[in-house]
C-alpha cells in the first residue's frame, strides 16, 4: 500500500467510526433528526451500532495508531 493510499484509508476509518458513533447517538435520542425536527428513541438500533463499534475495536486492537 503506498504512503497517499494510507492516509485516504486512514481518514476513511476514522470517518466510519465517528459515523457510526453519531448514529447511535441520534439513535438513542440524544440528537434531533434533521427531517422530523425531532429526536426519536431506538434503542435497538442504537445497541446493534455499539456493537459494531464493539466489534471494530476488537479486530483493530494493536493495529491502529494514535490518532485513529
Do not use: H, W, Y
Not at 486512514?10 to 434531533?32: D, E, H, P, W
Amino acid at each position: 500500500m503506498q504512503p497517499q493510499e494510507n492516509d485516504v484509508n486512514k481518514i476513511m476509518f476514522i470517518n466510519m467510526v465517528s459515523m457510526l458513533a453519531m448514529s447511535a447517538i441520534q439513535q438513542m435520542g440524544k440528537l434531533v433528526d434533521p427531517g422530523t425536527g425531532k429526536a426519536e428513541i431506538n434503542l435497538e438500533a442504537a445497541q446493534a451500532t455499539i456493537d459494531m463499534l464493539d466489534m471494530l475495536e476488537a479486530r483493530t486492537r494493536g493495529n491502529l495508531d494514535a490518532e485513529e
